[in-house]
Structure formats: C-alpha cells, structure tokens
C-alpha cells in the first residue's frame, strides 16, 4: 500500500477533487480516482468525500493506492528491426502500432515482449519487471528510432544523459498548413487538459516546462514536412505544441488532424545521438521517413529538396 497526502491552495478552489488528484497523481485516471474513492482509500479531512467535491482552501486529501497484483510478462518471438547493438545498448527502430511496454490492456506484443525474446536476461532492471531496459519511450502510433539499456550502468548513464538534455532527438511530422519562417522554438508548458484527460495542453496549472525546436524541411499546398527536436521530453509533446501553433500533425485526430488523410499521427523519430555510456563516444542513429509518411509526402511533392541536416 502506497500512502499520499495533498493539501488544497488558493489556486485549486473550486476544483473536483477527482480531477485535482488526477492530474496530481501521474499513474492515476479519474476514473481510477473515483474507484478508490468509492472503495473509501481517499479520504477528505479525515472523512468520506465525493467525487464531485469542489476543494476549498486548506482542505487536507489523504490518499492509500492498493498494490496492484503483477501480470507476469513473457518474452515473445516478435521481429526486431535492430539499428545497432553491443554489450551495453541496443537502438531498435520501433515501427507504428507498437506499443514499447506492458500496460493495462496491451500486456502482450510490446516492444518490451520483443526485447525479453530477443535479450533473454540481458535487460537493465531498473524499471522493474514491466519495462526492464526501456530508458525513454514513444507513443505507440509514433514510428522511429529508440535506444535501450543491457544493464543497469548503461540505464544510468543514458538516463542522466536524458536529464541533462544532452541526448539529441529529432523527429519528422508532416503537419498541417504553411510557415512564414523556417524555423522557431514553442517554450510552453505543458500538462493535463482539464476538459479532457485524455489530452495534454499547453496549460499553466499542474504542467511542466516543455521546448521544442522546429526546422522547416519542405513546404506544399495542404501540409509541411518539418524536423523537430525535443529539449525536454513531455507527454505528446511535439504533437500538442504544433497544435498550439495551428500546425496539428496529419492523421493526430486526437489534437485536430483527420484519419482520412493517415491511419496515425504523423510522427517519426529520425535521429538519435547519445554518447555510449562505456566507450564515451558519440552514437548517432538515423533512420529513414516509414512508407506510410513517405507516401503521404510523395503525394503531396515532397522531397523536392529533402535533407535532414548533420548534427
């Protein structure tokens, strides 16, 4: 049993309290909120409360999360497209639809699964049983490059590199409408859309600082080939941020693009580079435009002038 108090200010009044420890509680839904709300694990004051109770100032939330019973997962003999592999790092090119580790729902057929089959015991375990060596992660519909630790040194090594922002990672979208410039930067925060929470949004409250760098790659009629790279590493960060500029990426129907025109969002990470956490040398890993995002930008007369430039 985990054990978590929080206490109510000036700027939260008025707010449900389910929505409030949602977006206070990162492996919470609202829905989970309201369960363990029910079951009586959250208390108010040290009484009862509803899901609906609108928090006033002061106001004192105390809350128990059950431990939840592990789902044994098993390795499974999925292909693996491998960029690069040694004793201490393998790169994989992670292709749309892959979910990278188990979850509620998808506790099969993730990249996760793959790498067990294909590492056998030779996973960093730092992040426990469920994602063993996964250092970083994308979306299950964003296609690309993804590096993962063998061991625990490496995990630490790459996951400080991350935290000091020193790895660099690029990705391509194909997004709506023109630019004016070639490229600019969106420094937004970013966090839980209130109205919808299954959203993130750029949102003052409960957010985090977010950067993305953008760089103009082709431009046509209807959409935009851009290279973006991230600074900081929020959730659906380029996604929401081009979205807060009127540029959402083709196919994200989630943050206002159309399934008509792409099966998934537009988003592929091209270019990773980290430094080896042994050798101490630079790793640089490319991996080309998928076929679906390649179809979509030949068909649009993409690829007229097409670079992505040297780090």
């Given at each position: 049993?985990?054990?978590?108090?929080?206490?109510?200010?000036?700027?939260?009044?008025?707010?449900?309290i389910?929505?409030?420890l949602?977006?206070?509680?990162?492996?919470?839904?609202?829905?989970?909120?309201?369960?363990?709300?029910?079951?009586?694990?959250?208390?108010?004051n040290?009484?009862?409360?509803?899901?609906?109770?609108?928090?006033?100032?002061?106001?004192?939330?105390?809350?128990?999360v059950p431990?939840?019973?592990?789902?044994?997962?098993?390795p499974?003999n999925?292909?693996?497209?491998?960029?690069?592999?040694?004793?201490?790092?393998?790169?994989?090119?992670?292709?749309?639809?892959?979910?990278?580790?188990?979850?509620p729902?998808?506790?099969?057929?993730?990249?996760?699964?793959?790498?067990?089959?294909h590492?056998?015991?030779?996973?960093?375990?730092?992040?426990?049983?469920?994602?063993p060596?996964?250092?970083h992660?994308?979306?299950?519909?964003t296609?690309?490059?993804l590096?993962?630790?063998?061991?625990?040194?490496?995990?630490?090594?790459?996951a400080?590199?991350?935290?000091?922002?020193?790895?660099?990672?690029?990705y391509?979208?194909?997004?709506y409408?023109?630019?004016?410039e070639?490229?600019?930067?969106?420094?937004?925060?970013?966090?839980?859309?209130?109205?919808?929470?299954?959203?993130?949004a750029?949102?003052?409250?409960?957010?985090?600082?977010?950067?993305?760098?953008?760089r103009?790659?082709?431009?046509?009629?209807?959409?935009?080939?851009?290279?973006?790279?991230?600074?900081?590493?929020?959730?659906?960060?380029?996604?929401v941020?081009?979205?807060?500029?009127?540029?959402?990426?083709?196919?994200?129907?989630?943050?206002?693009?159309?399934?008509?025109?792409?099966?998934?969002?537009?988003?592929?990470?091209?270019?990773?580079r980290?430094?080896h956490?042994?050798?101490?040398?630079?790793?640089r890993?490319q991996?080309?435009l998928?076929?679906?995002?390649?179809?979509?930008?030949?068909?649009?007369?993409?690829?007229?002038?097409?670079?992505?430039?040297?780090?």
């Amino acid at each position: 049993m985990e054990y978590f108090t929080f206490g109510a200010e000036q700027e939260d009044v008025g707010t449900r309290i389910d929505v409030f420890l949602a977006d206070a509680m990162e492996n919470l839904s609202r829905s989970g909120v309201q369960k363990l709300i029910e079951e009586g694990h959250i208390t108010l004051n040290g009484g009862r409360t509803k899901a609906n109770y609108k928090l006033r100032e002061r106001d004192i939330i105390d809350v128990e999360v059950p431990e939840v019973k592990e789902v044994e997962i098993l390795p499974e003999n999925i292909p693996l497209d491998i960029l690069y592999e040694d004793a201490d790092v393998i790169v994989v090119n992670k292709p749309k639809g892959m979910v990278v580790h188990p979850a509620p729902g998808h506790t099969s057929g993730t990249l996760v699964n793959a790498l067990m089959f294909h590492c056998g015991d030779e996973l960093s375990g730092i992040n426990g049983e469920k994602r063993p060596g996964i250092v970083h992660r994308i979306d299950k519909d964003t296609s690309g490059v993804l590096m993962v630790a063998k061991n625990d040194m490496a995990h630490q090594s790459l996951a400080a590199q991350l935290a000091e922002h020193s790895i660099t990672r690029k990705y391509n979208a194909v997004v709506y409408n023109g630019f004016t410039e070639d490229e600019g930067t969106v420094d937004e925060p970013i966090g839980r859309n209130p109205q919808d929470r299954k959203k993130m949004a750029v949102t003052q409250k409960h957010s985090r600082h977010a950067v993305t760098h953008y760089r103009v790659i082709e431009r046509m009629e209807k959409f935009t080939l851009i290279e973006a790279q991230l600074e900081t590493g929020r959730t659906h960060q380029i996604r929401v941020h081009m979205a807060y500029i009127g540029h959402p990426l083709a196919g994200d129907t989630l943050y206002g693009g159309s399934d008509s025109i792409l099966s998934r969002h537009a988003l592929h990470c091209a270019v990773l580079r980290f430094t080896h956490p042994v050798s101490r040398q630079a790793i640089r890993i490319q991996s080309e435009l998928p076929p679906d995002m390649a179809a979509l930008a030949h068909s649009e007369g993409l690829f007229n002038n097409w670079d992505l430039q040297e780090l």
